[in-house]
């Protein structure tokens, strides 16, 4: 009979578990996820490593007693007014994301949360006059580089996939008076409301007062100026609707 060395036995065994680990973990967000064929045992070796740093960084706000105890922070990230932001659990920041909690309400963040690099969550821009809230739902993925602003409030309802450079701006200038400086006539807030399950491409723009329905699909580098209905597909600048997502009856 032969038998395998102890220590390649062991290593193989090693392998399996760390797999099992990270499938199940993240099987609690995407249950029919499988990795790839081609993602062998030394990629899965970096992904882990990776994440280990990135939750080791999040135990300085963890013994701070203002966040979760499953946070995981990249490289630079920044949290301003901590105590006026709230995590959920397997909350990610990706490397150099800015986060204030400068504003009325608070800065919330769901469960399964993963916000990518270089994106600024910020609520409030000056100390006169701070905006409302922020608030991201359960399941939520959001791009790098983008800007989510909060002055007239902002929601982003559950289990949305948000592409590259989205940009939210719950507020305008005001600038009717032509004898003043735009800048110091104020401004105007209505706020951003995103339903649940849309998926909205790349460098997509969506102005104040805008309320979009649950289920919508919007084309990358659409301007949305308007609210949108549900279960809608939405292109151009400005952004219209080009058809909606019925279910057909066979």
Same mark, same amino acid.
């Given at each position: 009979m032969h038998l395998e060395p102890y220590s390649k036995r062991t290593s193989q065994h090693f392998i399996i578990m760390i797999n099992t680990l990270v499938l199940s973990t993240i099987r609690?967000?995407?249950?029919?996820?499988?990795?790839?064929?081609?993602?062998?045992?030394? /990629?899965?070796?970096?992904?882990? &490593?990776?994440?280990?740093?990135?939750?080791?960084? *999040?135990?300085?706000? #963890?013994?701070?007693?203002?966040m979760p105890n499953k946070?995981?922070?990249?490289?630079?990230?920044?949290?301003?007014?901590?105590?006026?932001?709230?995590?959920g659990k397997w909350v990610q920041l990706?490397?150099?994301?800015?986060?204030?909690?400068?504003?009325?309400?608070?800065?919330?963040l769901g469960n399964n949360v993963k916000i990518g690099a270089y994106s600024q969550v910020i609520a409030s821009t000056s100390f006169n006059n701070i905006g409302e809230y922020i608030r991201i739902g359960n399941n939520v993925g /959001?791009?790098?580089?983008?800007? &989510?602003?909060?002055?007239?409030?902002?929601?982003? *309802?559950?289990?949305? #996939?948000?592409g590259q450079y989205l940009s939210c701006h719950p507020e305008n200038h005001n600038y009717d008076d032509p004898t003043q400086l735009i800048r110091l006539q104020g401004v105007s807030r209505q706020g951003i409301k995103i339903g649940a399950n849309c998926?909205?491409?790349?460098?997509?723009?969506?102005l104040d007062g805008v309320t979009i329905g649950a289920n919508c699909v919007i084309a990358a580098g659409a301007v949305v100026t308007k609210n949108m209905p549900p279960n809608s597909?939405?292109?151009?600048?400005?952004?219209?609707?080009?058809?909606?997502?019925?279910?057909?009856?066979?």
């Open positions: 609690k967000k995407n249950p029919s996820f499988a990795f790839d064929e081609k993602v062998n045992t030394g /990629i899965l070796f970096q992904l882990v &490593l990776r994440k280990v740093i990135q939750r080791v960084r *999040g135990f300085r706000f #963890i013994l701070s007693g203002n946070l995981f922070l990249g490289r630079n990230v920044r949290l301003s007014y901590v105590s006026n932001i709230s995590f990706e490397d150099h994301v800015q986060i204030s909690g400068l504003c009325k309400a608070k800065v919330t /959001i791009g790098e580089f983008a800007y &989510l602003g909060g002055g007239g409030g902002l929601e982003i *309802g559950d289990d949305c #996939i948000i998926w909205i491409g790349a460098k997509v723009t969506i597909v939405i292109a151009g600048v400005p952004a219209k609707v080009l058809k909606s997502r019925t279910i057909k009856n066979h």
